[in-house]
């Protein structure tokens, strides 16, 4: 069970290149959502899709876009890289519904990129 | 707007101590809290998840706590041991749709 993956791992990236960040879930979760995590600032949330076809922002969304391409996958590309994108990205996805473990989410485990 | 707060920011100990892990939140209308642990170069792990409706949740040398009126949640670890030395971070929903709000996390050590 490979609950979500990411690629790739590890990233250095130059000032104005372009990437694309991919991650897949095996769960059949409906949500699905990018954080970035930074020393000091926590976890935000860059962008999340409730479900398949839909998207919205998160709390810091600027520099990013995504693409929910079907209900197991969910990118994130850097149109243009910037050094205060150097950070570790991470996707989640959850489950639905009210049940016991209703809503319970579940990590990637990181993308560290470096913009230089 | 929710705010989530966990302090302290680090905390050691010496092994085989029972301890208690905070967790504050502003909004009491919660949907649901989890706790997370998260190893150095890692992604998050969850551990407990209680419902709005829950007091509490237990997975072996783990108990979590809620308590929404006073904006609380605690994470009790048992017998503490060396593998439980990590950050955990804690989380809120506010609603089914809505998105979680972490905390900054604790960062636990635990010495032999």
């Known amino acids: 069970n490979a609950g979500v993956t990411q690629t790739p791992k590890f990233q250095v990236l130059k000032t104005g290149q372009s990437m694309t960040l991919q991650c897949a879930q095996d769960?059949?979760?409906?949500?699905m959502y990018w954080y970035r995590q930074d020393p000091g600032m926590g976890l935000r949330l860059i962008y999340y899709s409730a479900s398949e076809g839909t998207t919205d922002k998160g709390e810091v969304p600027n520099g990013y876009n995504v693409s929910r391409l079907n209900k197991r996958e969910f990118s994130l590309r850097l149109e243009s890289a910037a050094p205060s994108q150097t950070s570790v990205y991470f996707c989640?996805?959850?489950?639905?519904?009210?049940?016991?473990?209703?809503?319970?989410?579940?990590f990637g485990e990181g993308s560290w990129l470096t913009v230089v | 707007k929710q705010e989530v707060t966990q302090i302290p920011a680090a905390l050691s100990v010496p092994e085989g101590e029972n301890l208690v892990l905070n967790c504050s939140f502003t909004d009491s209308a919660i949907y649901n809290l989890q706790w997370f642990r998260q190893d150095p170069g890692k992604g998050l792990t969850s551990l407990l998840l209680i419902q709005s409706s829950q007091r509490e949740q237990t997975s072996g040398r783990l108990n979590a706590s809620l308590d929404k009126s006073s904006g609380r949640s605690t994470l009790y670890i048992a017998a503490s041991q060396p593998g439980d030395s990590a950050t955990y971070l804690c989380?809120?929903?506010?609603?089914?749709?809505?998105?979680?709000?972490f905390g900054k996390g604790i960062t636990l050590s635990v010495r032999p």
């Open positions: 989640a996805s959850s489950t639905t519904g009210t049940g016991i473990w209703g809503n319970t989410i579940y």
């Open positions: 989380a809120v929903k506010t609603g089914a749709n809505s998105k979680l709000t």
């Open positions: 769960m059949n979760h409906n949500s």
